[in-house]
T-cell receptor, first 115, second 112 residues
Framework: GQNIDQPTEMTATEGAIVQINCTYQ??????LFWYQQHAGEAPTFLSYNVLDGLEEKGRFSSFLSRSKGYSYLLLKELQMKDSASYLCAVRDRRGLTGGGNKLTFGTGTQLKVEL | DGGITQSPKYLFRKEGQNVTLSCEQNLNHDAMYWYRQDPGQGLRLIYYSQIVNDFQKGDIAEGYSVSREKKESFPLTVTSAQKNPTAFYLC???????????FGEGSWLTVV
């Protein structure tokens, strides 16, 4: 099976930097994803890591350490619109002989950005 | 515009009824998925399909059924056997070798 842990809630100030951590335990690991989800809406893709290291994309960066089963999402220059839930998801390709993206999601971290 | 269309957006079900949620995509994706999300929770996989006429159970398939008769369509039926169906349902699709899942706008199902 798979187990994914994220903090439930975080609060940060507009303009600041926040780091959202995710730890996972899984066999058959084949990539880690971060999604942003505003209340009542569909998740939107933020980042993907399959190799160790940092992936940077504008104000958002994501880091992965496979040996530690650890990832973080870094948000810089926080804006009010960044208030949302951030979902960590792990891909498991076991049993998917033809490919595809069978993802297991964490419960999400609700980020509140304040003035 | 290309994308994933779910309907209806809001659906109310009476006790003992089956209801079907529609999911259509025009992205030419082979793989399609159904997830359920409860308030304050992450997404849980119900069913997924990698190819037409084939699908597999996810983590919480009991009380649900699907079909994949066309590449574009992956409807989900919530049967009366699902005892707690009130939730937000998300359909998604992806290419088989890709690294991104695209989600539809979701359907809210409420039991009344």
């Amino acid at each position: 099976g798979q187990n994914i842990d994220q903090p439930t809630e975080m609060t940060a100030t507009e303009g600041a930097i926040v780091q959202i951590n995710c730890t996972y335990q899984t066999s058959g690991f084949n990539g880690l994803f971060w999604y942003q989800q505003h209340a009542g809406e569909a998740p939107t893709f933020l980042s993907y890591n399959v190799l160790d290291g940092l992936e940077e994309k504008g104000r958002f960066s994501s880091f992965l350490s496979r040996s530690k089963g650890y990832s973080y999402l870094l948000l810089k220059e926080l804006q009010m619109k960044d208030s949302a839930s951030y979902l960590c998801a792990v891909r498991d390709r076991r049993g998917l002989t033809g490919g595809g993206n069978k993802l297991t999601f964490g419960t999400g971290t609700q980020l509140k950005v304040e003035l | 515009d290309g994308g994933i269309t779910q309907s209806p957006k809001y659906l109310f079900r009476k006790e003992g009824q089956n209801v079907t949620l529609s999911c259509e995509q025009n992205l030419n994706h082979d793989a399609m998925y159904w997830y359920r999300q409860d308030p304050g929770q992450g997404l849980r996989l119900i069913y997924y399909s990698q190819i037409v006429n084939d699908f597999q159970k996810g983590d919480i398939a009991e009380g649900y059924s699907v079909s994949r008769e066309k590449k574009e369509s992956f409807p989900l039926t919530v049967t009366s056997a699902q005892k707690n169906p009130t939730a937000f349902y998300l359909c998604a699709s992806s290419v088989l070798s890709g690294n991104t899942i695209y989600f539809g706008e979701g359907s809210w199902l409420t039991v009344v």
